[in-house]
């Protein structure tokens, strides 16, 4: 129990950015880098990894995972994805015996 509450209290101290990827971005570890430079502890002044919500609750912020979503591509565009809940009647049940 002590792990998982652990896991859970480091979830809710992270802050999460989802990006779409584009070859020309920089890479997750720059963009970490920089937030825990500018942000989370920059040099000579108190660290401003505090933020607040709508509530005024204040919200200690520790991590930044970054998560990339691709665009969608040709595989995606083309093929039919949702056969399950397709309307047509199965192959099946037109094979006439």
Sequence with gaps: ??????????TERSMYLHVPFYLNN???ST?????????AA???ELPLNIMSNNLGDV???DQLPITFHRAPNLGNLLSYRKIAH???SNV??????
Excluded: C, F, Y
């Excluded at 129990?1 to 480091?10: R, S």
């Excluded at 963009?31 to 942000?39: D, M, S």
């Excluded at 099946?92 to 015996?97: C, F, G, K």
């Design 59 to 61: 919200i200690p912020v």
């Design 42 to 44: 920059p040099a000579g």
């Design 31 to 39: 963009t970490q880098n920089l937030w825990r430079k500018h942000v």
């Design 92 to 97: 099946s049940s037109s094979i006439e015996d």
């Design 26 to 28: 920089p890479s997750s």
């Design 86 to 88: 397709r309307t047509r």
């Design 1 to 10: 129990m002590a792990i998982k509450e652990a896991k859970k209290e480091a």
